[in-house]
């Protein structure tokens, strides 16, 4: 037994160094990565459910790795929380986002709104509203077609610097998101407190519809509280036409999911407006 017990624990160890290694090296990659320009963006279309009709995009963070290749945001976005990189990373993913939406209304594309992802830190720690009002001011994208996703984490704090942050940036004519709604807190105080836009609908709510009662209970219920706080509702991940059907009814106002495209990266992003426009 403690021939075993010292082998498991040298497993133990060495599984551990490992995953230390793998995190160092990934830390210290990701501290390059901004000026080797080894970041994207991708954008997922948002349609107006009743109009069937594009009219945002959401930007979602790529990390292309020389030697890893792509590595999805959710391995690397906590890291860059955890050591600030988040700041500078997301100011530029900002200013990223803001000159290609600005580039497509150069070539006579439509107006889309652009959703950007923003981490807790940034709201709380970074200059936020300054940061946006150089990614506007730097690209001439005009504010109201920039809206910023927040989660409900992001908004749980009395910090006075959060709202006085969100507060000024909304006054721009930036729209507010909350994102992955109802996976958060069971506080809605939150709800009062900042002025919000839209709501997005966390996809676990969306995922087993309609045939999941409960499921779809808590779908009409949270469009219902956006439709009566004068929020727009959002549906992420709608995947089946069952479920834009049953989103439609409830009046959910926009949807994105696979059911209409992946997160594509701009050329194809583009093209895919283009062909739109042409049908
Ligand atoms: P999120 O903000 O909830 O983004 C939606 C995620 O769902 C994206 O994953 C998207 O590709 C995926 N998705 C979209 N439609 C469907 C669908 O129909 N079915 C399924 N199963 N999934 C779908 P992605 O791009 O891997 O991003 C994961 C998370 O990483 C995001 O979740 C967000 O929390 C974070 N993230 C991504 N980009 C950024 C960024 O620029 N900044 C920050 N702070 N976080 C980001
Ligand atoms: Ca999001
Ligand atoms: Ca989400
Ligand atoms: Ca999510």
Redesign the pocket.
Known sequence: AKENGRNSYQFFTDELNNRAHTRLALENELRRALTRREFS??F?PQFDLAHRRLIGA????RWNHPERGMI???QF?PIAEETGL?IPL?AW?LHESCRIAQGWRDEGLPDLCIA????AL?VRRGQLDSTVVEALGESGLPARLLEL?V?ESALMTHQAHVSATLDAIHALGVKLAI??FGTGYSSLAYLKRFKLDKLKID?SFIRDLPDDAEDAHLTRAIVGIAHHLGMTAVA????TKAQEAFLSELGCDLA????YA??LPADAFRQMQIDLGLQ
């Open positions: 963006l991708h997922q959401e930007a979602l963070l999805p945001p959710d976005i988040i997301g993913i950007v992802n923003i981490s940034q996703e989660t994102d992955d996809r992420e991940g709608v995947e994105q999911g696979y059911l992946r997160p």
